[in-house]
């Protein structure tokens, strides 16, 4: 098990709702990333977040957006959901040194339904 | 366009077998190559990594190779188990260790006894 922790487990929203999702760091990590992974695909990259700044973006409409805090968690906002929205959504934490954030250590994810 | 593909989508392997994946990509520069476990309903989990300068990376029964020139990676699993059954998920940066981490679709692996 990796230290990192997510919440909620699972989540149904409406279409048009807007959600927040929340993930705490595994200790000694500064760096937080988001995916997206649809059923029976790979995990797709969202956003990264490093010391409260977005660094570094996947192709995903502006309606996903995120924050950092000081103690290295992190939210997800998604505003407007579609149903295409439904999936897992995974938070990554990992510790960036000399520029780069190497392996990643995944959360348990937040299964979202949007009906 | 940029493609990372995983050879199969499931792999049925004999126990005590090797068990070799296969992830290959087109129209990367990637600083490094990670392979990750995925469990249903779990999130997934880091295994190896290995960078571009590297052939090859070994822990316990994993052993992985990174081939710039082809641009594929091979995973293999030495005398594999029942609970080495799982998907395995490959992932690149997308650009010489920018901060984009891209993953393949899996491939799922089942270990017959």
């Known amino acids: 098990e990796t230290g990192v922790t997510q919440s909620p487990t699972h989540l149904i929203k409406t279409r048009g709702q807007q959600v927040t999702l929340r993930c705490s760091s595994q200790?000694?990590?500064?760096?937080v990333s988001w995916y997206q992974q649809a059923l029976g695909q790979g995990p797709q990259f969202i956003f990264q977040?490093?010391?409260?700044?977005?660094?570094g973006r996947g192709n995903f409409p502006p309606r996903f957006s995120g924050l950092q805090f000081p103690n290295y968690s992190s939210e997800l906002n998604v505003n407007a959901l579609e149903l295409d929205d439904s999936a897992l959504y995974l938070c990554?934490?990992?510790?960036?040194?000399?520029?780069?954030?190497?392996?990643?250590?995944f959360g348990p994810g937040t299964r979202l339904t949007v009906t | 366009s940029q493609k990372i593909e995983q050879n199969s989508e499931a792999l049925n392997i004999q126990e005590g077998k090797t068990a070799t994946l296969t992830c290959n990509y087109t129209?990367?520069?990637?600083?490094?190559l990670q392979w990750y476990r995925q469990d249903p309903g779990r999130g997934p989990v880091f295994l190896l990594l290995?960078?571009?300068?590297?052939k090859e990376k070994r822990k316990e029964r994993l052993k992985v190779t990174f081939d710039t020139t082809l641009k594929q990676s091979l995973f293999h699993i030495t005398a594999s188990q029942p609970a080495d059954s799982a998907t395995y998920l490959c992932?690149?940066?997308?650009?010489?260790?920018?901060?984009?981490?891209?993953f393949g679709t899996g491939t799922r692996l089942t270990i017959i006894p």
């Open positions: 992932a690149l940066d997308e650009d010489f260790g920018n901060e984009k981490l891209t």
């Open positions: 129209n990367y520069s990637p600083a490094y």
């Open positions: 990554a934490s990992s510790l960036k040194s000399g520029g780069l954030s190497y392996e990643q250590y």
């Open positions: 290995i960078r571009e300068n590297e």
């Open positions: 977040y490093y010391r409260e700044e977005e660094n």
């Open positions: 200790s000694g990590h500064n760096t």
